[in-house]
């Protein structure tokens, strides 16, 4: 099987609001990095986006009459959990569970500003 460069075989695909401001925030919080844009109606509206965090690709897109808001549960491994379980409430994001020690390391959940759960953690 042939992948495009970049791609792992199951990646998730993210349908939201505000699509655009995306980028910016898991810049900010999680480091990502912009992988592609398109843009539809002359750059007006992103169409598709992809960004990398640690080599995992998330692609996403806006929502429109014709395909509704899509969100999802994210599970992410960081560096210090507390740190960008911080930084994920200053960029935005409301508190879902704090952060605490747990069996598989130390974890707490965002729900970042477009709808979508992320559970932070690190080992």
């Known amino acids: 099987m042939k992948l495009p460069a ?6 998730p695909y993210l349908i939201l609001k ?14 990502a990095k912009e992988h592609h844009r398109s843009y539809k109606d002359g750059n007006k509206e992103l169409m ?7 080599g995992s690709i ?3 897109g806006q929502s429109s009459a014709d395909w509704g808001t899509d969100n999802a549960g994210l599970f992410i491994y ?4 507390d740190a960008t379980f911080k930084k ?3 960029e935005g994001a409301t508190e879902v569970m704090p952060v605490t020690d747990q ?8 729900k970042d500003p477009f709808g979508n759960t992320w559970w932070i953690t690190s080992v």
Not at 6 to 11: E, K, P, Y
Request: charged share 20%; net charge negative.
């Open 6 to 11: 970049g791609h792992q075989q199951v990646m």
């Open 58 to 60: 998330i692609m996403f």
């Open 103 to 110: 069996s598989y390391g130390r974890s707490g959940g965002v």
């Open 88 to 90: 994920a409430l200053e």
């Open 48 to 54: 598709h986006g992809e960004i990398s965090i640690g």
């Open 18 to 31: 505000h699509a655009e401001g995306f980028f910016d925030f898991t810049a900010r919080v999680f480091g």
């Open 78 to 81: 960081v560096d210090d959990a």
